[in-house]
């Protein structure tokens, strides 16, 4: 079986190529300087000639601020291009599955996490974009599999783990917020649950949108707090305060926990706790350093 996956040079990308290293099926990595997705032509060139039986999408507008100010782009190829996608994927009949996000939830205040079949309340440029995606997918009619993901995290690329873990090492104090609950996920994690539904055939008969984080549940101060505490850098201080100290062009969900229940019940995932993923990424990041 052949895969094309896009967009493979962002963190989950690269967490994918790792994945797959011993995997039967025949994944190609593509990313924008070789396949533009945002060419109708060249995706319907590329799915047509290539015979593909599943398309994983990890390319993304992901600047949550910069989305604020450069929507059009935003939507470009967090929208119109999965559109594309999802077209080609319907015309060929090739399974597509896309990575979305915790934002397009936000919008209520919830205190419980959030099913497949929540209604969708975006609450900026980011959220309404992904979500925009996920409409284009089910209204072409192609074979799916939507995962929602939250605060994504690796030994690649930049993220909030890397960032603390080099501010930490360097400042004696910092403030993180405390009024914004969610939870982190390894994309190596992530990465493995969706090679082990696509190299096991889990997914015919079960497409649609499914839930997919670490377990558990923290603010980004807890996580801040968690990362300076395992990477042992106790000479500084990590501060909880408000979002409002931070002046964002974007409201940010107070609250966008991720259900699982679905896809553990379907798949037969079992899904690590958030600081149990947490000790192993860094102790990978300290391994490089």
């Not at 209520?108 to 959030?114: A, K």
């Not at 995606?133 to 690329?157: F, K, V």
């Not at 609950?181 to 082990?196: E, K, R």
């Not at 037969?268 to 990978?284: N, R, V």
Request: net charge negative; aromatic share 8%.
């Amino acid at each position: 079986m052949r895969i094309l996956v896009t967009g493979s040079e962002g963190q989950l990308g690269q967490c994918i190529r790792k994945a797959v290293a011993h995997s039967a099926n025949e994944y190609i990595f593509t990313d924008v300087d070789d396949f533009d997705i945002t060419d109708p032509v060249a995706v319907d060139l590329m799915i047509r000639c290539n015979d593909f039986q599943v398309i994983i999408n990890c390319a993304a507008f992901t600047d949550v601020d910069r989305a604020e100010s450069q929507e059009e782009i935003a939507e470009l190829i967090n929208a119109t291009a999965v559109g594309y996608l999802a077209g080609a994927a319907r015309k060929y009949n090739v399974l597509l599955v896309h990575i979305s996000t915790d934002y397009i939830f936000g919008g209520n205040i919830n205190n419980t996490p959030c099913t497949e079949d929540q209604t969708p309340n975006p609450t900026g440029a980011y959220g309404r974009t992904k979500l925009h995606g996920e409409q284009a997918i089910t209204e072409s009619g192609c074979r799916h599999i939507i995962l929602r993901t939250a605060w994504l995290y690796s030994d690649h690329g930049r993220n909030f783990v890397k960032t603390i873990m080099s501010l930490s090492a360097e400042k004696k104090e910092l403030k993180v917020v405390v009024d914004q609950t969610g939870t982190p996920t390894n994309a190596h994690d992530l990465a493995g649950a969706i090679v082990g539904i696509i190299d096991n055939n889990l997914y015919d008969g079960n497409e649609g949108i499914y839930h997919y984080s670490n377990e558990g549940v923290c603010s980004w101060y807890d996580f801040a707090e968690a990362i300076v505490r395992i990477a042992g850098h106790t000479d500084c201080n990590i501060q909880p305060c408000s979002s409002n100290e931070f002046p964002s062009p974007v409201k940010r969900p107070a609250y966008s926990v991720l259900d699982k229940t679905k896809i553990r019940k379907t798949f037969g995932i079992k899904i690590p706790y958030w600081t149990d993923s947490l000790k192993k990424c860094i102790d990978q990041l300290n391994e490089l350093n």
